[in-house]
Nanobody, 124 residues
Framework: QVQLVESGGGSVQAGGSLRLSCAVS???????MGWFRQAPGIEREGVAS???????TYADSVKGRFTISRDNAGNALYLQMNSLKPEDTAMYYC???????????????????WGQGTQVTVSS
């Protein structure tokens, strides 16, 4: 079993920045991992993913504003969020696939392990 624990959420004004972190209980440097978000009444959506070989994929809504990264040991995943907008308000989740490839990288159903989430609130 793999445990994921997110941190770094909070409340910011529009235009501000936050950095989310995800601690991973098992080294996952070569495993596909991603960030997802879910707002009330809306389906969970993929925000960003990073493949075992380092290639990142982003949702169109966050391209140029968010950056996903991981530490070399694969024990942590990060999401740097800049130029935040009110529509970025959601619960953010860290997730991990079972494989090194990132098939359907922004599709929640491809991920087997999930954290409990951290809330991000952006005010206008």
């Amino acid at each position: 079993q793999v445990q994921l624990v997110e941190s770094g959420g909070g409340s910011v004004q529009a235009g501000g920045s936050l950095r989310l972190s995800c601690a991973v209980s098992r080294p996952s440097g070569n495993i596909c991992m991603g960030w997802f978000r879910q707002a009330p009444g809306i389906e969970r959506e993929g925000v960003a993913s990073i493949a075992g070989y380092g290639i990142a994929t982003y949702a169109d809504s966050v391209k140029g504003r968010f950056t996903i990264s991981r530490d070399n040991a694969g024990n942590a995943l990060y999401l740097q969020m800049n130029s935040l907008k009110p529509e970025d308000t959601a619960m953010y989740y860290c997730a991990r696939q079972r494989s090194t490839s990132c098939a359907s990288p922004l599709q929640p159903s491809e991920y087997s392990y999930w954290g409990q989430g951290t809330q991000v609130t952006v005010s206008s």
